[in-house]
């Protein structure tokens, strides 16, 4: 199962908007509503901050949010700020009852 | 609150075996699913293994199938990892995390355990 495809970096100002997309096939991110996506800090674990592709979990900022269309699939953070700086990471199902992950993006706050 | 915590790791040598475990508190683990995830150092995630609630149902990566064995003890509240015939590229964080049933979604990761294989 090959990972799913992110930029390696995004960046933003302050109060801007930026989205990162993940791209998958029919196998994992098209044919399934089970992508998710992860925060994680330097030396940290991996938080999760939304699933089932626009679902946040309890306690998640709403300027988080995630989308999808077809097999892509794209995580919109709003409102950015200083702490939103992280690598960020999305996973999907796959069909053959695995979960595969993207090769994780690095977002700047600049 | 959710609380997992990884044991078992370290250093070993290329063809060695280690075994990881999994503590769990905060919620009732013969309820849920239970993953294994990996990061080698500077790169991305990757995940290895799920295992169901009742132990029935497995499932690994092609990279590690044949080699690790996931198990778990709902008495003792505990996931495990067992890794045979390691290999340096099978050095990394390994982090349990809680899952959900539906899409096989971890959702509540641990601090994970280093194992380095040299």
Redesign the interface.
């Given at each position: 199962q090959s990972a799913l495809t992110q930029p390696a970096s995004v960046s933003g100002s302050p109060g801007q908007s930026i989205t990162i997309s993940c791209t998958g096939t029919s196998s994992d991110v098209g044919g399934y509503n089970y992508v998710s996506w992860y925060q994680q800090h330097p030396g940290k674990a991996p938080k999760l901050m939304i699933y089932e592709v626009s679902i946040r979990p309890s306690g998640i900022s709403n300027r988080f949010s995630g989308s999808k269309s077809g097999n892509t699939a794209s995580l919109t953070i709003s409102g950015l700020q200083a702490e939103d700086e992280a690598d960020y990471y999305c996973s999907s199902y796959t069909s053959i009852s695995t979960v595969v992950f993207g090769g994780g993006t690095k977002l700047s706050v600049v | 609150q959710v609380q997992l915590v990884e044991s078992g790791g370290g250093l070993v040598k290329p063809g060695g075996s280690l075994r990881l475990s999994c503590a769990a508190s905060g919620f009732t683990f013969s309820d849920y699913y239970m993953?294994w995830?990996r990061q080698a150092p500077g790169k991305?995630?990757?995940?290895l293994s799920?295992i169901s609630s009742s132990s029935s149902d497995t499932?690994?990566?092609?990279s590690v199938k044949g080699r690790f064995t996931i198990s778990r003890d709902n008495a003792k509240n505990s996931l495990y990892l067992q890794m045979n015939s390691l290999r340096a590229e099978d050095t990394a964080v390994y982090?349990c995390a809680r899952t959900?049933i539906?899409?096989?979604?971890?959702?509540?990761?641990?601090?994970?355990t280093l194992v380095t294989v040299s």
């Open positions: - | 993953t995830i991305g995630l990757e995940w799920f499932n690994y990566a092609d982090y959900y539906v899409g096989a979604i971890p959702s509540h990761w641990g601090r994970g």
